[in-house]
């Protein structure tokens, strides 16, 4: 197989790197339409499009699956525990379904959810957030310094 053959497979894309500010904004816009005062839907919606780039085809689609990112499946599935899902993940088409819920109920900012739901992607959008920062943290971490800087 080509080189080019293996990137048509590929369907996700690796972990974006303004992930853990957008999924911030993305809560801080959820908690004011909770208040019943929002500010706009923008981080919100572009955080459901980055989730639906960052996890591939949508569950139950026809056509074959591509390479999903180790990275980006981990920090969604940390995420994913911490915001306390329903049920716990068992496979990683279980985090894709899951994933693709989320990102469908961030696309009806405005059109009426409980404000249970929106809670619960309040508290899923601040979980990623905290992940993805972590992950970027360990990254930089691992970099070694240079001798002369301080």
């Not at 525990?81 to 994933?99: F, G, N, R, Y």
């Not at 009806?108 to 959008?125: E, I, K, N, P, V």
Request: proline share 7%.
């Amino acid at each position: 197989m080509s080189w080019t053959a293996a990137a048509a497979t590929q369907t996700s894309r690796p972990l974006n790197a303004d992930l853990p500010l957008l999924a911030s904004q993305a809560a801080v816009e959820i908690e004011a339409l909770i208040a019943q005062k929002p500010i706009g839907s923008r981080a919100v919606q572009q955080l459901a499009r980055v989730v639906e780039d960052s996890l591939g085809r949508p569950p139950g689609s026809d056509s074959t699956p591509g390479a999903l990112d180790p990275v980006t499946l981990a920090v969604f599935a940390r995420a994913l525990s911490i915001q306390h899902s329903e049920k716990p993940l068992q496979t990683v088409a279980d985090l894709v379904t899951e994933a693709w819920r989320i990102s469908t109920t961030l696309q009806q900012t405005g059109q009426g959810l409980d404000s249970d739901a929106w809670r619960r992607m309040r508290s899923f959008c601040v979980a990623l957030a905290d992940c993805a920062a972590s992950y970027f943290q360990s990254l930089k971490d691992l970099r070694p310094s240079h001798p002369y800087k301080r």
